[in-house]
């Protein structure tokens, strides 16, 4: 699987749209990007994925480069409920496990 | 249940004792995986379970590290001869085979275990 490179930490205001990049430069033609979350001393949440085209969904959107290299997650409207650790797997359709990096960790100030 | 359930949501023993951790997994799911995670760390990947093929069991540290999954149902972790190290939260997960593939993925709340 390739491996993906997201910052550390990341701040936003409450209110205010949070974008989180995620680097995945040796992503091969059959990967696709997943996101998930995981929220203070809960298991890890799924919130979106795509293979090359733009997602959106009730969470989030997910855009991704054309050249697939890279793709940002955001959350339009950020609430204090949105801190936590945002995790971004490169991974095939159908593998047989996700493999999670350390992610990034998003706190919402209010 | 409508969700995975893990079993018990806290667990402290002493080093050098067995323990056992249970999970439930969303009825009808016929993947099951184990993970564990360290304080401040990201998820390791222990262990998985597919309908009747044997397991992956790639990630398990050591042998003192075993899993099974009875009757494709309920899968119990055990880690015997405990070690401090081995302090951390275990996560249970499940999902459809196939279909939705890496977005099927429901995670239970997880076993803290303390070893002392």
């Known amino acids: 699987d390739a491996k993906t490179t997201q910052p550390t930490s990341m701040d936003c205001a409450e209110g205010r749209a949070a974008n989180l990049p995620c680097n995945h430069s040796?992503?091969?033609?059959?990967?696709?990007v997943y996101w998930y979350r995981q929220i203070h001393s809960q298991g890890p949440q799924y919130i979106i994925h795509g293979l090359k085209n733009n997602e959106t969904n009730e969470m989030a959107s997910l855009i991704i480069t054309e050249d697939r290299k890279s793709s940002t997650l955001i959350l339009p409207h950020a609430t204090l409920r949105d801190t936590a650790v945002y995790y971004c797997?490169?991974?095939?359709?159908?593998?047989?496990?996700?493999?999670f990096g350390q992610g990034t960790r998003l706190t919402i100030n209010p | 249940g409508a969700g995975v359930s893990q079993s018990p949501s806290n667990k402290v023993t002493e080093k050098g004792k067995d323990v056992e951790l249970r999970c439930d997994p969303i009825?009808?799911?016929?993947?099951l995986y184990w993970y564990r995670q360290s304080l401040g760390q990201g998820l390791e990947f222990l262990i998985y379970?597919?309908?009747?093929?044997?397991?992956?069991k790639s990630g398990l540290p050591s042998d003192r590290f075993s899993a099974e999954r009875t009757g494709g149902s309920v899968s119990t972790l055990t880690i015997q001869r405990t070690q401090q190290e081995d302090s951390a939260v275990y996560l249970c997960a499940s999902s459809e085979w196939g279909g939705q593939g890496a977005r099927g993925y429901t995670f239970g709340s997880g076993t803290r275990l303390t070893v002392v």
């Open positions: 040796t992503i091969s033609g059959n990967e696709y």
């Open positions: 379970f597919q309908g009747n093929s044997a397991p992956d």
């Open positions: 009825s009808g799911h016929t993947a």
């Open positions: 797997i490169v991974i095939i359709q159908g593998a047989q496990k996700l493999v």
